[in-house]
C-alpha cells in the first residue's frame, strides 16, 4: 500500500488551496502539475470562487422531486431520464461548460455541464455579452454559451463523450493513481512513437510485470468495469501481442481523439504528459498490440501499466432503521476489546469488537486512570476512544424543528449522522481535518459551524503547487463545498475512516459520499455535473 500511502499524505494539501476545482481549468492553474487540463475551444466565463458562499440572490434550482436518484440504503434508479422525442437540445462541448445566471461570460454560475451532456433547450437565439456564438437558454433554468457548447449532437466530442458519470457504482469513473510519469497519447501508439516518447519501456515493463504492489497482477479486472468479458491476463496479452478487435469508432484507421483535451491537437501521437503524482479517471480501455490504454475522460489514452488500479474503500455507513434504539456505536479501532469489571472493580480485557461493527450501549460511562469508558447492554464495557458514539441531539436546533435535512459532524468522534427533521437516518464514519480541534486558520484541521451546502460536483479536480507536495487528482468524487474551501467528499485513497486524516475537508468513504451527495439539496439537474444553491442548500452543523 505504499503508493496509496503518498497519495493520502498528498491529499493532506488539496482540500484548502484548490478551493473551487473547477476555475483551474478555465483560468490555468500556474504551477499545477504536468498533466494540463482539458478545454475546448471556446470563450474564457468569468468566475469567482467557489468556495465561497454564492449569493442569495441567484434563481432557485427546482428542489429534488419524487424517489431518491440514490436512497440512503445505496439503491438507485435510472439517472438521467431520457430527454422527450423532438425537443430542442444542446451538448456540452467543454470539460467545464458553464451554466450562467443570465447571458453574459462575467454572470453568476448557477452550474455546469460535461462535455458529452446533452440538455433541453429553447431554440430562440439569445443575445449576450461575450459570446460570439450567441447564448440558448436551457432546461430547467440558466443560459449557456454556444462556443463551450454545441447544437450539433454528432459533434465528434459529443459522440465520443456518451459515458455519463455512473451514479449506480461507489465511484462515478474507472480511477487510477500514476505510478510512473509518462506521456499520454492521441492516437494508438507505433513502435516509433513509443521508442520516441518511453525509450525506457523495456525495463519499465520488466518491473512492472513482477511488481505485486502496482503492478501486472494487482487489480486488472478494475480497469474493465465496463466489459462483459473477462480481462485477459495482461502479460499473456503482452507475450501476445493481442489487440481488442473492436476499437473506440474515433481510433480506428488511425484516428485521433477529438479535440476535447488542448494537447490532442496537432500531428504527433504524444498529447501532454501526467506525473507520478497524477490520479486519473478513466471512462474506457482497450487493448493495442499486448499493451493496455485507458480512455480518460478528457478522450486522451493512457498507459495502464504506469497506473495503479484504484479500488477504494469497501466501507460505509448505514441508514438508521426506524426501530433502532438510542444510543448505539459504531466500533472504529481494529484492536476493540469488550473489558469487564474483575476484583477490586479493575476492567480487564475480554472478547475483541469486530472492526467497524455497531454496540448498543446504555448511555452509561464511567472513568478508571482517566479513560472512558461506554457501557454495553448485556454487560461489559467498552472504551470510548475506539467507538464513534451516536446519540440524538439533546436540544434540536430550529431548522431540525421545522423539518429540514441537515448532517451533524462530530469532530472528536469522528462520525457523522443525517438528520431528516428530528430524525436521524444516517449514520457513518468519516476523517476531517488531522489537526483535530486546532485552529483551522493555522493548521489542518477542519473549520467549525453551521453552514449550508451550496456548490456540488459530481467529481471535481483537486491540486496542490506547494513545492514538495505537487500534485493533480482529476475527478475526485462527489464534492460538497459548504464554505470557503471546505468541502464533503469522496476520498478514495485510505481507508482510515473514524481517524482524522484530512488537510481540511471532510472525508467519506465513496458509497457514503454518493448516498449523501443525492440525499442534500441542492439537487443535480439532469445532465449537469454540478450545480449552485446559494443560502438554501442543505445546512452542515460541524463541532466538536
Given at each position: 500500500?505504499?503508493?496509496l500511502g503518498?497519495?493520502?499524505?498528498?491529499?493532506?494539501?488539496?482540500?484548502r488551496?484548490?478551493?473551487?476545482?473547477?476555475?483551474?481549468?478555465?483560468?490555468?492553474?500556474?504551477?499545477?502539475?504536468?498533466?494540463?487540463?482539458?478545454?475546448?475551444?471556446?470563450?474564457?466565463?468569468?468566475?469567482?470562487?467557489?468556495?465561497?458562499?454564492?449569493?442569495?440572490?441567484?434563481?432557485?434550482?427546482?428542489?429534488g422531486?419524487?424517489?431518491?436518484?440514490?436512497?440512503?440504503?445505496?439503491?438507485?434508479?435510472?439517472?438521467?431520464?431520457?430527454?422527450p422525442?423532438?425537443?430542442?437540445?444542446?451538448?456540452?462541448?467543454?470539460?467545464?461548460?458553464?451554466?450562467?445566471?443570465?447571458?453574459?461570460v462575467?454572470?453568476?454560475?448557477?452550474?455546469?455541464l460535461?462535455?458529452?451532456?446533452?440538455?433541453?433547450?429553447?431554440?430562440?437565439?439569445?443575445?449576450?455579452?461575450?459570446?460570439?456564438?450567441?447564448?440558448?437558454?436551457?432546461?430547467?433554468?440558466?443560459?449557456?454559451?454556444?462556443?463551450?457548447?454545441?447544437?450539433?449532437?454528432?459533434?465528434?466530442?459529443?459522440?465520443?463523450?456518451?459515458?455519463?458519470?455512473?451514479?449506480?457504482?461507489?465511484?462515478?469513473?474507472?480511477?487510477?493513481?500514476?505510478?510512473?510519469?509518462?506521456?499520454?497519447?492521441?492516437?494508438?501508439?507505433?513502435?516509433?512513437?513509443?521508442?520516441?516518447?518511453e525509450?525506457?519501456?523495456?525495463?519499465?515493463?520488466?518491473?512492472?510485470?513482477?511488481?505485486?504492489?502496482?503492478?501486472?497482477?494487482?487489480?486488472?479486472?478494475?480497469?474493465?468495469?465496463?466489459?462483459?468479458?473477462?480481462?485477459?491476463?495482461?502479460?499473456?496479452?503482452?507475450?501476445?501481442?493481442?489487440?481488442?478487435?473492436?476499437?473506440?469508432?474515433?481510433?480506428?484507421?488511425?484516428?485521433?481523439?477529438?479535440?476535447?483535451?488542448?494537447?490532442?491537437?496537432?500531428?504527433?501521437?504524444?498529447?501532454?504528459?501526467?506525473?507520478?503524482?497524477?490520479?486519473?479517471?478513466?471512462?474506457?480501455?482497450?487493448?493495442?498490440?499486448?499493451?493496455?490504454?485507458?480512455?480518460?475522460?478528457?478522450?486522451?489514452?493512457?498507459?495502464?501499466?504506469?497506473?495503479?488500479?484504484?479500488?477504494?474503500?469497501?466501507?460505509?455507513?448505514?441508514?438508521?432503521?426506524?426501530?433502532?434504539?438510542?444510543?448505539?456505536?459504531?466500533?472504529?479501532?481494529?484492536?476493540a476489546?469488550?473489558?469487564?469489571?474483575g476484583?477490586?472493580?479493575?476492567?480487564?480485557?475480554?472478547?475483541?469488537?469486530?472492526?467497524?461493527?455497531?454496540v448498543?450501549t446504555t448511555?452509561?460511562?464511567?472513568?478508571?486512570?482517566?479513560?472512558?469508558?461506554?457501557?454495553?447492554?448485556?454487560?461489559?464495557?467498552i472504551?470510548?476512544?475506539?467507538?464513534?458514539?451516536?446519540?440524538?441531539?439533546?436540544?434540536?436546533?430550529?431548522?431540525?424543528?421545522d423539518?429540514?435535512?441537515?448532517?451533524?459532524?462530530?469532530?472528536?468522534?469522528?462520525?457523522?449522522?443525517?438528520?431528516?427533521?428530528?430524525?436521524?437516518?444516517?449514520?457513518?464514519?468519516?476523517?476531517?481535518?488531522?489537526?483535530?480541534?486546532?485552529?483551522?486558520a493555522?493548521?489542518?484541521?477542519?473549520k467549525?459551524?453551521?453552514?449550508r451546502?451550496?456548490?456540488?460536483?459530481?467529481?471535481?479536480?483537486?491540486?496542490?503547487?506547494?513545492?514538495?507536495?505537487?500534485?493533480e487528482?482529476?475527478?475526485?468524487?462527489y464534492?460538497?463545498?459548504?464554505?470557503?474551501?471546505?468541502?464533503?467528499?469522496a476520498?478514495?485513497?485510505?481507508?482510515?475512516?473514524?481517524?482524522?486524516?484530512?488537510?481540511?475537508?471532510?472525508?467519506?468513504?465513496?458509497?457514503?459520499?454518493r448516498?449523501?451527495?443525492?440525499?442534500?439539496?441542492?439537487?443535480?439537474?439532469?445532465?449537469?455535473?454540478?450545480?449552485?444553491?446559494?443560502?438554501?442548500?442543505?445546512?452542515?452543523?460541524?463541532?466538536?
Amino acid at each position: 500500500m505504499r503508493v496509496l500511502g503518498l497519495l493520502a499524505c498528498l491529499l493532506l494539501a488539496s482540500c484548502r488551496r484548490e478551493a473551487d476545482p473547477q476555475a483551474a481549468s478555465a483560468a490555468g492553474t500556474p504551477g499545477s502539475a504536468s498533466l494540463t487540463s482539458a478545454e475546448a475551444p471556446g470563450p474564457k466565463v468569468g468566475r469567482k470562487d467557489e468556495g465561497s458562499a454564492p449569493s442569495s440572490d441567484l434563481p432557485s434550482l427546482p428542489k429534488g422531486e419524487g424517489a431518491p436518484i440514490v436512497a440512503l440504503d445505496g439503491s438507485s434508479r435510472p439517472w438521467p431520464p431520457p430527454l422527450p422525442e423532438g425537443v430542442a437540445k444542446i451538448a456540452a462541448l467543454a470539460m467545464d461548460t458553464p451554466v450562467l445566471a443570465t447571458p453574459d461570460v462575467f454572470a453568476p454560475r448557477l452550474g455546469t455541464l460535461r462535455a458529452g451532456g446533452i440538455v433541453e433547450m429553447d431554440p430562440k437565439p439569445v443575445s449576450g455579452k461575450g459570446c460570439t456564438g450567441g447564448f440558448r437558454a436551457i432546461k430547467p433554468l440558466g443560459f449557456v454559451c454556444i462556443g463551450t457548447a454545441t447544437l450539433d449532437l454528432n459533434h465528434p466530442v459529443v459522440r465520443a463523450s456518451t459515458r455519463r458519470p455512473d451514479h449506480t457504482q461507489r465511484m462515478p469513473y474507472i480511477y487510477g493513481l500514476a505510478t510512473r510519469g509518462g506521456p499520454a497519447y492521441a492516437t494508438l501508439p507505433s513502435a516509433k512513437d513509443l521508442s520516441t516518447f518511453e525509450p525506457n519501456l523495456k525495463t519499465h515493463l520488466a518491473r512492472w510485470a513482477n511488481d505485486p504492489v502496482s503492478g501486472a497482477s494487482y487489480g486488472p479486472e478494475i480497469w474493465t468495469r465496463y466489459k462483459s468479458e473477462p480481462p485477459p491476463s495482461p502479460l499473456l496479452a503482452l507475450d501476445e501481442k493481442r489487440s481488442d478487435a473492436e476499437l473506440p469508432w474515433f481510433l480506428q484507421n488511425g484516428g485521433r481523439v477529438p479535440p476535447l483535451a488542448s494537447a490532442s491537437s496537432g500531428d504527433t501521437a504524444k498529447a501532454g504528459e501526467f506525473s507520478r503524482r497524477n490520479g486519473i479517471s478513466f471512462v474506457d480501455t482497450l487493448l493495442w498490440e499486448g499493451r493496455r490504454y485507458n480512455v480518460g475522460v478528457d478522450l486522451r489514452l493512457y498507459p495502464a501499466d504506469r497506473f495503479r488500479p484504484i479500488k477504494g474503500s469497501d466501507f460505509h455507513g448505514f441508514r438508521i432503521p426506524q426501530e433502532a434504539r438510542m444510543p448505539f456505536a459504531i466500533v472504529k479501532s481494529k484492536k476493540a476489546r469488550i473489558v469487564r469489571e474483575g476484583p477490586g472493580g479493575k476492567l480487564i480485557p475480554d472478547e475483541p469488537v469486530p472492526w467497524r461493527t455497531t454496540v448498543q450501549t446504555t448511555g452509561r460511562q464511567r472513568v478508571q486512570k482517566g479513560k472512558y469508558y461506554d457501557e454495553l447492554e448485556g454487560g461489559g464495557w467498552i472504551a470510548d476512544d475506539e467507538v464513534a458514539r451516536v446519540e440524538v441531539a439533546r436540544k434540536m436546533p430550529g431548522w431540525a424543528n421545522d423539518g429540514e435535512k441537515w448532517i451533524d459532524v462530530n469532530v472528536t468522534r469522528q462520525i457523522l449522522v443525517a438528520y431528516e427533521g428530528t430524525k436521524p437516518v444516517y449514520a457513518t464514519l468519516v476523517s476531517t481535518g488531522e489537526a483535530g480541534l486546532d485552529d483551522p486558520a493555522k493548521t489542518r484541521s477542519t473549520k467549525r459551524g453551521i453552514f449550508r451546502i451550496h456548490t456540488k460536483y459530481l467529481s471535481a479536480k483537486m491540486d496542490s503547487n506547494v513545492v514538495g507536495e505537487e500534485f493533480e487528482l482529476r475527478d475526485v468524487p462527489y464534492v460538497q463545498y459548504f464554505t470557503e474551501g471546505y468541502a464533503l467528499h469522496a476520498a478514495y485513497w485510505h481507508d482510515v475512516f473514524g481517524q482524522p486524516k484530512s488537510h481540511g475537508c471532510i472525508n467519506l468513504a465513496p458509497e457514503d459520499a454518493r448516498r449523501l451527495f443525492f440525499w442534500t439539496e441542492p439537487q443535480i439537474p439532469a445532465q449537469w455535473h454540478g450545480a449552485v444553491k446559494g443560502k438554501t442548500g442543505t445546512v452542515i452543523f460541524v463541532h466538536p
